[in-house]
């Protein structure tokens, strides 16, 4: 599995953005997929996760009401909307895919938020 995100970028406190996650390759017995972070000097953390088929999901308590996570499984695409983002957003942010019981990482995109 090759996870691809984009959508990263530079942008104010109180903005928004959209990442998006594209899977390729052994697709097919995916089952969930995330998004997690990680700052500078700081360890990786989940955001968002998602289950098969668009759900259930779970968020980190740092970015509910802000986030939503969503997944077209025709596209093999995993979404990131973030809103009211703040400088503590700040990070890499990385998908991630679970599939037969191994992980798959992206290679990460920037997500930079200025006060």
């Known amino acids: 599995v090759q996870l691809m995100e984009s959508g990263g970028g530079k942008v104010r406190a109180g903005g928004s953005l959209g990442l998006s996650c594209v899977a390729s390759g052994d697709t097919f017995d995916i089952n969930a997929m995330g998004w997690y972070r990680q700052a500078p000097g700081k360890q990786r953390e989940m955001v968002a996760v998602i289950a098969t088929g668009g759900g259930p999901t779970n968020y980190a308590d740092s970015v509910k009401g802000r986030f939503t996570i969503s997944r077209d499984n025709a596209k093999n695409t995993m979404y990131l909307q973030m809103n009211s983002l703040k400088p503590d957003d700040t990070a890499v942010y990385y998908c991630?895919?679970?599939?037969?019981?191994?992980?798959?990482w992206g290679q990460g995109t920037q997500v930079t938020v200025s006060s």
């Open positions: 991630n895919a679970l599939r037969l019981g191994s992980l798959y």
